[in-house]
Antibody, heavy 120, light 107 residues
Framework: QVQLQESGPGLVKPSETLSLTCTVSGYSISSGFYWGWIRQPPGKGLEWIGTTHHSGRTYYNTSLKSRLTISVETSKNQFSLKLSSVTAADTAVYYC?????????????WGQGTMVTVSS | DIQMTQSPSSLSASIGDRVTITCRASQSISSKLNWYQQKPGTAPKLLIYAASSLQSGVPSRFSGSGSGTDFTLTISSLQPGDFATYYCQQGYSTPPTFGQGTKVEIK
């Protein structure tokens, strides 16, 4: 079955760049669907970060767009997130997910999530 | 951006109770409304998509209804594993937006 797994540093210093990778297994990213990132600050709700497609088409949360890059590496069946100039407000659990953006927009399958803390 | 408002923010219920959670969109989203269940320390799980379609493997005691701006999630008979936080999410337009969540607690 389709599985997603986030990876990356759990601690990032303020003003530095947060980098995460999502590895997809059981499905080829190039076969379709869209691939998204969602985050959840401790004790709070869910915030969409951005969504990408193997074609290169990418959608960003406008509040993060100036600091955000999401890309796909089809050869590794991975997609990644880079968020620059981080502050404590970026501390959150970061999830990657598979989404049928053009149909019902649901996030069908999620990774387990990875906690990222921004602190010196 | 489309705002999603859930009510109540939390509720207490007993095993076997019928539970209803509502979600209202700030503009019409047709039937592009999805529901998730999240238990502490775990990722959200898709329960209902397109307002009323049950995701594969989800028990039939969960159901969804509505269209336009008003939607409901119903649990027909609350079970021990259903105590969790539930989120609605609109998939009508980018950015996809989530409700603030409804926490279902044991009475």
């Amino acid at each position: 079955q389709v599985q997603l797994q986030e990876s990356g540093p759990g601690l990032v210093k303020p003003s530095e760049t947060l980098s995460l990778t999502c590895t997809v297994s059981g499905y080829s990213i190039s076969s379709g669907f869209y691939w998204g990132w969602i985050r959840q600050p401790p004790g709070k709700g869910l915030e969409w970060i951005g969504t990408t497609h193997h074609s290169g088409r990418t959608y960003y949360n406008t509040s993060l767009k100036s600091r955000l890059t999401i890309s796909v590496e089809t050869s590794k069946n991975q997609f990644s997130l880079k968020l620059s100039s981080v502050t404590a407000a970026d501390t959150a659990v970061y999830y990657c997910a598979m989404t049928d953006l053009l149909l019902d927009g649901a996030f069908d399958i999620w990774g387990q999530g990875t906690m990222v803390t921004v602190s010196s | 951006d489309i705002q999603m408002t859930q009510s109540p923010s939390s509720l207490s219920a007993s095993i076997g109770d019928r539970v209803t959670i509502t979600c209202r969109a700030s503009q019409s989203i047709s039937s592009k409304l999805n529901w998730y269940q999240q238990k502490p320390g775990t990722a959200p799980k898709l329960l209902i998509y397109a307002a009323s379609s049950l995701q594969s493997g989800v028990p039939s005691r969960f159901s969804g209804s509505g269209s336009g701006t008003d939607f409901t999630l119903t649990i027909s008979s609350l079970q021990p594993g259903d105590f969790a936080t539930y989120y609605c999410q609109q998939g009508y337009s980018t950015p996809p937006t989530f409700g603030q969540g409804t926490k279902v607690e044991i009475k």
